[in-house]
């Protein structure tokens, strides 16, 4: 079994990162690839992330891993800056998720489906502060609004979805506002009685001062005229932030969406 990089990009990612596996026919079973970037405004202590992922059969699986793992190694040392190597399992998917276990990969972090009841909010900001909906009268409108939302976010939202996020009945871009600039927004979509919140972000030097709560609040408000009463949202276990808002609302645990087992690469 054999081991070689593609002689050009595969799928927009560089050849140095992507694996193919074969075995002695030449025929091949499997590819892997890491994907490298930054999210330091969410995970600080952990600016680098490392995404990888295996499409492979049982046979080629370990030599992939083995090929990703020094791949990553070597991007680590490259940035010289702490990392979490990780992949993406559907939360239904045991047995790939025991393959990553098994190679010392830590059932940590996971993305959750969480519910919860729309508060009763009033349309107010507080003082300092003036709301409006999110400018999105143009493509740079919604390239602008794009490039703040993914700012918080570790899995990046195309303007495709944007587009179809925009074409439901309930779409809401809300944002509070300090001398002109975006400091904290949330975005809503949905149908009927129930939307998601698709995003909520405050500007680092802001937060701990409830704008988030608040803004919902004001959101809410816009919803329930609408006829919304409930709302469902995403959640990462490791996601200190996220955690604490969803508790403020009372949200209920409904499923496991995907696992995202990692390590953490300090050294």
């Not at 030449?26 to 600080?44: A, C, H, N, S």
């Not at 952990?46 to 030599?63: G, K």
């Not at 070597?74 to 993406?88: E, F, N, W």
Request: proline share 5%; net charge neutral; charged share 20%.
């Amino acid at each position: 079994m054999i081991i070689q990089h593609p002689v050009s990009d595969y799928q927009g990612m560089p050849p140095e990162n992507v694996f193919f596996a074969y075995n002695d026919q030449k025929i091949q079973l499997g590819t892997g690839y890491v994907v490298q970037f930054t999210q330091g405004e969410l995970y600080p202590d952990q600016p680098l992330h490392i995404f990888t992922q295996i499409e492979s059969q049982p046979s080629a699986r370990c030599l992939l891993f083995g090929a990703l793992i020094a791949r990553a190694g070597v991007i680590r040392t490259m940035a010289r800056q702490p990392a979490r190597l990780y992949t993406q399992i559907d939360g239904k998917n045991i047995e790939a998720l025991r393959f990553f276990e098994q190679m010392g990969f830590k059932n940590d972090d996971s993305e959750d489906l969480y519910g919860f009841q729309l508060p009763y909010g009033r349309a107010a900001a507080p003082v300092g502060f003036e709301y409006w909906q999110s400018p999105l009268a143009s493509a740079d409108d919604e390239l602008a609004l794009l490039a703040r939302i993914n700012r918080y976010r570790i899995q990046p939202v195309s303007r495709d979805y944007l587009t179809l996020w925009r074409q439901q009945e309930h779409f809401l871009a809300l944002a509070y506002y300090r001398q002109g600039q975006i400091v904290c927004e949330c975005v809503f979509t949905g149908v009927g009685q129930s939307a998601t919140l698709l995003s909520i972000y405050t500007v680092p030097e802001l937060r701990r001062q409830h704008l988030a709560s608040l803004l919902l609040d004001a959101a809410s408000y816009h919803l329930r005229e609408q006829g919304v009463t409930t709302a469902y949202t995403h959640i990462f276990r490791r996601n200190t932030p996220q955690n604490a808002l969803i508790r403020h609302l009372n949200g209920r645990f409904l499923r496991q969406v995907n696992y995202l087992p990692g390590i953490n690469m300090i050294r």
